[in-house]
């Protein structure tokens, strides 16, 4: 969280997309909790799946803000003036 907020403030589009990939193994991990576990109860499911929706929600966020990012990157060297 801390890494993508860091990224966020100051724009960088490599701490945010470190801070996609730790999404991601997230995601695996809770993925592991309701998929494989060998005994979930119906709370914690519930609760899961609340917790993927959120996940999923932060994987969206992220790619939008790196692509604005990489984009106005992008547009910030090709039109300066010097």
Known sequence: MY????GNLTERVTASV????????????VLY???WQTYVLWLEAVLICVEM???AFEIIFAFI????FA????LHLC???E
């Open 3 to 6: 890494l993508g907020q860091q």
């Open 18 to 29: 470190i801070s996609l990939l730790m999404i991601f193994a997230v995601f695996v991990g």
């Open 33 to 35: 909790l309701l998929m």
């Open 53 to 55: 929706a959120f996940l």
């Open 65 to 68: 803000t790196i692509l604005t």
């Open 71 to 74: 984009r106005y990157a992008v």
């Open 79 to 81: 039109c300066r003036r």
